[in-house]
């Protein structure tokens, strides 16, 4: 599945805007099966009014100082299923994850341009589950491996 910038809505919420600040910056990335459209909002805490609780398959981040820069940590939550259904939730946010962090770096792309020290940040991503196979960090490369040269 390919990203495609016409199914992206970016929202930003004052007091963040396009161009900063890195502290306390938000992600909130959802997205409708009925149409395919990806909403991302930036602000500075978690839009928890668009999370469908019954599906929980948003990703959710914000940049932490780390080491001599920023890291980004993402949060997927798998929650407590059974072991074949936190399988399928686990390979499903896999299988999506480039897209969507596409979709998280085209939509603050103004941001990146302003910071662009941030390229080189590594981005974790942090599955949550009850069961400890699928309870781990992941290190998904860093944002310039997402964007569009």
């Given at each position: 599945?390919?990203?495609?910038?016409?199914?992206?809505?970016?929202?930003?919420i004052e007091p963040i805007t396009p161009y900063g600040p890195i502290e306390d910056r938000r992600y909130t990335l959802t997205h409708s099966d009925?149409?395919?459209?990806?909403?991302?909002?930036?602000?500075?805490?978690?839009?928890?009014?668009?999370?469908?609780?019954?599906?929980?398959?948003?990703?959710?981040?914000?940049?932490k100082a780390f080491?001599?820069?920023?890291?980004?940590?993402?949060?997927?939550?798998?929650?407590?299923?059974?072991?074949?259904?936190s399988l399928m939730k686990y390979n499903a946010f896999k299988t999506h994850m480039?897209?969507?962090?596409?979709?998280?770096?085209?939509?603050?792309?103004?941001?990146?341009k302003k910071?662009?020290?941030?390229?080189?940040?590594?981005i974790y991503i942090k599955f949550d589950s009850s069961i400890p196979i699928f309870n781990n960090y992941e290190f998904y490369g860093y944002v310039k491996d997402y964007i569009e040269g």
């Open positions: 599945m390919e990203f495609n910038p016409d199914k992206l809505e970016t929202t930003f009925e149409t395919g459209m990806l909403f991302f909002d930036v602000a500075n805490e978690y839009n928890y009014d668009a999370i469908n609780l019954d599906l929980r398959d948003e990703l959710l981040g914000t940049w080491d001599d820069g920023y890291g980004l940590f993402l949060y997927a939550y798998i929650g407590s299923l059974d072991l074949v259904s480039k897209l969507a962090l596409e979709a998280i770096f085209y939509g603050d792309r103004e941001f990146l910071n662009p020290k941030l390229l080189d940040s590594p």
